[in-house]
Each structure stands twice: as structure tokens, then as C-alpha cells.
């Protein structure tokens, strides 16, 4: 999901992490028979990465920090989660409210973001988790017990979203990137124009990459994208999500008064689709190595793509939400005082590690360009501190 070193040797699996990603390998097998031998590829990343007992964030192998395939910004520095904080803060305090986070992870971006509310006078009446990994609730709790206890009794999780609209704020940090999606390819000798990218069976019986003509919607969404942009050449591949937009809705309808913040990585429409990424963004990370071969180690490694940020945005309207701020992790960051925390640490050693911490989240070649914030509003009438800096919105 994060900062993952260019592709390398792969490490191999223990014997069983093996057999557990051979299970996962005799579900998609099953699974591709049963759909008369090919499955789509959002299909495949719904099983691999979601199936009970069997899927990446459902089953129980580690997944962030060193010992895991990825580093989130939350994971890598405290600055991230104080910074966040204070967007948080200008929210509540313009009326009692509560913090939904989706996806915690390990829970550091909760365990950065109550302090720092607390030392400005502002903490939310709850402060909700909703989390579908139960290995992942499970290291959510035993970080986030190291709290005060006053902190940690505000901190309630949730097994779906909420029934009653809250107000407040709802975080979103590298949480949509792992919906699955589409992959396709540019192909004019196809009716259509198109093929979609899914999983098939060799004469062996092992799992391959193949191509059928894409279906009339699919075909029907890409000309509707491609009417918007320079043509796509022949071979031409790339992905798209038809989840995010279902996938917003249900999450906005959740917030009666009060803002998302989304953070991950992506581009606006434009240059998500540019010429230059002709082989698309899909990437698989695993052990801090990222590469391009989704179907090695089933249930093993994190599969994710780049979010197309205007799909972010014509979904949030869709919705009945404002867009009230759209910019770079970089800008995001510094509006919100990343350089006076680095500068506020007393020891020399402390101020050192902060700034080398504040350089991977700011650098354009590091988190700070290929991240990008974005604010959806509803029934809220404010300038969001964290977007004063700039605005990239005429972008989506």
C-alpha cells in the first residue's frame, strides 16, 4: 500500500504460509471453474483479499510495519497522525461530534490522533473503528489499551457502519485503494474495443492471466472515460473500480453533518489515464517488495491499485456531498504544521528522526506527491485548514 522498494527476489513462504496460500489457490481454481473458466479480476481480488478465513485481510499473517509487506504514513511517523488531528480539531469544534476511522490498520493513526486532540481541547464524544480483519482488531486493541484509560473508553468498534448519521469527521486513510477493480486492455480487433483482464486455468491446471471481450457495460464505462481523455493506443491497459462510487454512497450516507477525509494514493482522471502509464497501476506488495504478479502467492501479498480521484469526486456528488478541498499529501501537511512539529522536539537525536521522518511524507519522490488529500463536506459551511495551501480541484 506504501512505500514499497522497487521489485527484487521475492522471498519465499514458510511451509505454512504454502499451504495456506495453496488453500486460497484451490478456492480460486474452484471459483474459476464455477464461472464456466475464466473470473474476472475484480472477482479474484474479492476472493484473495476478503474471503472468510482464506483472504489477505481476513486471515491472520502480518501485514504492516517491518515485520509485514507495507508501511502506512500513520505507521511511519506520529507527525502524520498529529497533522490529521488538527484537521480533525477546526471540524469538532464547530460542533460536538464523533471520528468514524475505516480501516485502522494497526491502530496508530487513533493512537497519534486522541493525544493530540486532547492537548488541544478537542476530543470527539467517540472515537469509532470499524474494522473487517479480526486479526487486525485484534492488534487495534492491544496498541491502543497502551492509552490513557480516559482516551481508550472514547474508542468503540464497529462491525458495520453506523445506523444513525453521525456528525463529526470519517477517516478514510489508505483504505480505498484495496477495493477491488477492473483490469482492462485496449484491443481494436475486438468487438468493442476492449478486453477485460481476468484469471483462467492452464492445461496444467495452474492459475493464469487471460483475456475475454470485455462486457457491453464494461465497454459502455470505458468509451464514457475515454471520450474525456486522448486516445488510448492498441494495448493500452489499465483499471478502473466500479465499487467507489456504491462504496462512497453507503459511507456518506452515514454522515448527517461534517466532512471525510480521504488520503491515499492516486491521480486526478487526466493523469491517471495518461499515455505514460500504459501498463496501468496495479501493484503487489510483499515483504516490502513491490511487483506486478498478482496471482503469485494467492491469500499472501496485498494487491492494490492507484485511486482515480475524479471517480472520488463525481461519486461524492452522486452522493450529495461538497468537495471543499482537494490537494497534494505535501501541501495537506505542511498547512497543517508538520514543520513546527519537527521543530517543537527538545533533543537534537528526536529533531533529527522527525525531520528524516517528515521527508518521506512531504518528498515529491517519497509519499508526498503520489498521495493526495481530499475533503468531502456535507452541510458544513468552512474553508478546512488543510487545504489553504492548494487547491487542485478545477484537476478532477
Not at 477525509?261 to 486526478?268: A, E, K, S
Amino acid at each position: 500500500m506504501t512505500r514499497t522498494p522497487a521489485p527484487s527476489i521475492l522471498p519465499t513462504l514458510s511451509s505454512a504460509e504454502a499451504r495456506h496460500s495453496e488453500r486460497v489457490s484451490e478456492a480460486v481454481r474452484a471459483a474459476v471453474v464455477a464461472h464456466e473458466g475464466w473470473l474476472a479480476f475484480d472477482d479474484y481480488l474479492q476472493l484473495v483479499l476478503y474471503a472468510p478465513g482464506l483472504g489477505y485481510y481476513s486471515a491472520g499473517s502480518p501485514k504492516l510495519g517491518r515485520g509485514g509487506d507495507f508501511i502506512t504514513a500513520p505507521e511511519l511517523s506520529e507527525l502524520f497522525g498529529r497533522c490529521v488531528a488538527r484537521q480533525c480539531a477546526q471540524l469538532l469544534q464547530v460542533g460536538a461530534g464523533d471520528i468514524l476511522e475505516l480501516g485502522a490498520g494497526s491502530g496508530a493513526l487513533a493512537a497519534s490522533i486522541l493525544p493530540t486532540l486532547e492537548s488541544l481541547g478537542v476530543l470527539p464524544r467517540h472515537y469509532y473503528i470499524l474494522e473487517i480483519s479480526a486479526d487486525l482488531r485484534a492488534r487495534q486493541r492491544l496498541r491502543l489499551a497502551q492509552l490513557p484509560q480516559h482516551l481508550h473508553a472514547l474508542i468503540v468498534w464497529l462491525d458495520a457502519l453506523p445506523a444513525t448519521p453521525l456528525e463529526g469527521v470519517i477517516l478514510l486513510n489508505e483504505v480505498a485503494d484495496a477495493l477491488p477493480f477492473k483490469r482492462f486492455v485496449v484491443d481494436a480487433a475486438t468487438p468493442g474495443g476492449f478486453q477485460e483482464r481476468g484469471v483462467a486455468l492452464s492445461a496444467r491446471g495452474e492459475l493464469i492471466e487471460a483475456d475475454r471481450p470485455a462486457s457491453s457495460a464494461l465497454i459502455a464505462e470505458l468509451q464514457r472515460l475515454g471520450a474525456e481523455l486522448p486516445p488510448w493506443p492498441p494495448g493500452f491497459e489499465s483499471e478502473l473500480c466500479p465499487l467507489l462510487s456504491p462504496w462512497l454512497a453507503a459511507i456518506a450516507a452515514v454522515l448527517a453533518r461534517g466532512a471525510i477525509l480521504l488520503i491515499d494514493y492516486g491521480l486526478p482522471r487526466r493523469e491517471y489515464y495518461h499515455l505514460e502509464r500504459s501498463r496501468g497501476t496495479m501493484r503487489c506488495h510483499f515483504r516490502h517488495r513491490a511487483h506486478e504478479r498478482p496471482l503469485l502467492y494467492p491469500g499472501m501479498q496485498d494487491i492494490t491499485a492507484w485511486l482515480d480521484f475524479t471517480r472520488v469526486a463525481e461519486g461524492a456528488a452522486d452522493a450529495g456531498l461538497e468537495i471543499a478541498g482537494f490537494c497534494t499529501q505535501t501541501a495537506f501537511l505542511l498547512a497543517l504544521g508538520i514543520e513546527a512539529e519537527v521543530a517543537a522536539a527538545q533533543a537534537p537525536l528526536e529533531r533529527a528522526r522527525r525531520a528524516s521522518e517528515a521527508r518521506t511524507l512531504l518528498l515529491p519522490g517519497e509519499m508526498g506527491e503520489p498521495f493526495q488529500a481530499i475533503a468531502l463536506t456535507r452541510a458544513l459551511d468552512l474553508a478546512l485548514d488543510g487545504f489553504r495551501l492548494q487547491d487542485l480541484r478545477r484537476a478532477l
